[in-house]
């Protein structure tokens, strides 16, 4: 689904020049694109003199707490009162990187439908169900924070990408894409990057900060996974790994640790899909990856009330304990896999 060339430009235009209340929104657990598109739409934003506010759903990873403007996110988990204000006045409010309510996340979804303001989505997963003003949808991008990039172009604010601006962009593309390894197949994507580099950013320090900068225990825990837990299913062509909150707990896992385990197991010749499960107060939080054929995002709505992209995507899983998952999991797959063929 392509909007990217027909939204209403004027009509975007004509909001902004009446000087409204604008705020900029990522979704639930917010990544390196989410946090990237909304800081690079915020700053374009302020130079123009614009009334802007910057709410994400839940706190972000230590990995991506370096971008620009980060600072003046207000969290909507630890700060209810304030952010609820804000969504109160709000006049404009612009989505980045989701297209469903619920991928706000359980506590603000709500106050995200209730919400009057006139809603503009910028997005790249597909299937949008989210109801907003103007729809800005394209899945054939890298990233979000990409499709941002081409909405300050349509808009005629392509001078107003200074460093800030060019530097969170740049780090979005750079974790949607896991430093240019997968969903960046066309040129425009590099064309962008290389219009951004040529800002002046510092593309090893942005890679430095955002790839090689978890924790020890991450590491040391990704050794148990890919050591003890990872069960591989050569048939279904599966790697399937679960860990409850104790095995997360003993290696100090912090928030934002699991970032990129889950893409591991696609390095074996063979599997062609990873998931990744771990244990949270009353769920499993479901990662799915694919390098093949198999459309992670059907099976991730279908089995587990959750979506994203054909070849990453996510959910969850209530009242199965991590140990009896593993085999659920793997049942379910096999059960999606021979209803896709019939
Ligand atoms: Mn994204």
């Known amino acids: 689904m392509t909007y990217i ?174 430093n240019f390894s997968v969903n960046c197949s066309r040129a425009r994507t590099f064309e962008i990057a290389a219009h951004l580099l040529a800002k002046g950013i510092d593309r090893e320090r942005i890679y430095e900060q955002v790839f090689n900068n978890y924790t020890e225990g991450r590491l040391r825990f990704t050794g148990y996974f890919l050591d003890k837990k990872m069960i591989i299913d050569h048939d279904l062509k599966i790697s399937v790994a679960t860990f409850s909150k104790r095995e997360q707990d003993n290696y100090g896992f912090k928030h934002g640790d699991h970032e990129g385990l889950v893409n591991m197991p696609l390095s074996i010749s063979g599997v062609e899909v990873s998931i990744l499960a771990l244990e949270h107060d009353d769920f499993l939080k479901l990662s799915f990856r694919s390098k093949g054929a198999v459309d992670v995002n059907v099976f991730a709505r279908k089995f587990f009330n959750g979506g994203g992209h054909v070849r990453a995507a996510g959910g969850k899983l209530y009242k199965v304990k991590p140990h009896p998952a593993t085999q659920f999991l793997i049942e379910k797959f096999a059960e999606y896999i021979k209803s896709e063929i019939i």
């Open 5 to 178: 060339k027909d939204f209403d430009k004027a009509k975007i235009q004509t909001l902004l020049s009446e000087n409204q209340k604008i705020t900029i929104l990522g979704h639930h657990n917010p990544d390196g694109d989410a946090v990237s598109g909304c800081t690079a739409l915020f700053e374009v934003f302020r130079q123009l003199n614009k009334d802007v506010q910057l709410v994400m759903p839940s706190k972000i990873s230590e990995a991506i707490k370096n971008i620009p403007n980060v600072e003046h996110i207000v969290f909507h988990e630890k700060d209810k009162e304030k952010a609820e204000k804000i969504f109160a006045e709000t006049q404009v409010l612009f989505c980045i990187d989701f297209n469903a309510y619920k991928r706000a996340g359980d506590v603000l979804s709500p106050v995200l439908q209730a919400c009057k303001a006139f809603k503009i989505m910028i997005d790249h997963h597909p299937q949008p169900e989210m109801c907003a003003d103007i729809i800005i949808s394209d899945t054939s991008v890298s990233s979000a924070s990409e499709l941002v990039y081409e909405v300050i172009t349509e808009l005629g604010w392509t001078n107003h990408v200074n460093q800030k601006v060019a530097e969170s962009l740049f780090t979005g593309i750079m974790t949607d894409t896991n």
